[in-house]
């Protein structure tokens, strides 16, 4: 009988289709991989961002607390100075009875003929008596309500008003017509008088005249525009006395007849402080975000500009800032530019200025 034949197995019967999903199922698991290995950069950029961004929550909710509390200490104030005022006026009822009382007395020795030498003696007495008054009413008399501190404050923003030489820089820039991008972008798109009236510029321009108003009268002033361009409004930058009424309201309407347009260039406008003779001590920076430009051919080229950028051009603008200038950034913050308010604060806190983001109804 024969023996089955035994069947001999052959290892190379794979077929070509085994083969190739093989192939592709490694092909499937390299492309999973890499996907994962993005997904964790992109979560953790996003992570970083959020973080920021909950930091600059934290430190704009201490700031309205700050300001609650500062609205509370002007209301106390207001009270005193009303007290005070009454104190004065009651006061100031007693010296008029003093003198009508003087004035009795002189009827009186009149009548009576006593001599002039008493008179005189008892006139004179009378009058040394009032002026000491006089003098003790002015000494107590208030003059400005103010929060604690040095230097000539205002209660409601802790701006230094002094100087010898101050200059007002507004920014003239697109973005000074809305707070988001969207607007802005309608807003350019529309008629100049549209642009005018639009309320982030009215602000702007009415902060403008708030400062030139309560700026002090021995000081001198000027007034100047930055876009891509950094230009004087008052003359062509020779510094004016506060007290020069028709220059300066000629500068304020102008203001109000140009709409804002182009982009922030903040590098010309510290050029253009650097040249004025004698520089100014005290900058009032009215803006609402980091630079969009220099004037560096790549940049003027550049059509968007990311957050970095927008660091590194403000840092290279820094650099043409004079040494010994107070710099007050009053910020009226713009859509999409988180890093904007520390580094005012920054700017205005290493120069010894002020720094503040307003709220909507001021001035």
Known sequence: MKRPR?????????????????????????????DHNTSEVIESANQEQLAQARLLEHKQEEEEKKLAEIREIVAELKSQLADAIEK?????????????????????????SESEEELRSEIESREEELKREKVRLESRRP???????????????????????????LDSSASMLHDTIVNVVRLRNMSEDA?????????AVDTVEWL?????????????????????VVGNGDWHDATDGPALETAIELLRETPPAGATDLKNLFQLIARMNP???????????LPTT???????????????????????????????ITI????????????????????????????????????
């Open 143 to 169: 003059t400005a309500i103010e929060i604690a501190g040095t230097g000539d404050r205002q209660y409601l923003t802790g701006l230094f008003l002094g100087g010898n030489h101050i200059l007002v820089a």
């Open 212 to 232: 030139v108003a309560n700026i002090p009268i021995e000081s001198d002033m000027q007034i100047a525009t930055f876009n891509e361009d950094a230009k004087f």
């Open 88 to 112: 004065v006026e009651n006061i100031q009822s007693e010296v008029d009875d003093t003198f009508e009382e003087v004035e009795v007395i002189e009827r009186q020795a009149l009548d009576q």
């Open 328 to 363: 007050n950034s009053i910020l009226f913050p713009f859509e999409g530019d988180p890093w904007a308010s520390g580094s005012f604060w920054e700017l205005s806190y290493n120069t010894a200025g002020t720094y503040m983001a307003p709220s909507k109804d001021w001035p």
């Open 6 to 34: 035994k069947r001999q197995i052959n290892v190379f019967l794979l077929s070509f289709l085994d083969i190739m999903a093989g192939g592709f199922g490694a092909v499937v698991l390299i492309f999973l991989i890499i």
């Open 294 to 324: 220099d004037d560096s051919a790549a940049s003027r080229r550049r059509t968007t500009v990311t957050g970095e950028q927008r660091i590194r051009l403000f840092r290279n603008a820094l650099v043409e800032l004079p040494a010994g």
């Open 279 to 289: 520089l100014p001590d005290n900058v009032f920076l009215i803006t609402d975000g």
């Open 195 to 203: 642009q005018l009236n639009s309320k982030k510029w009215i602000r």
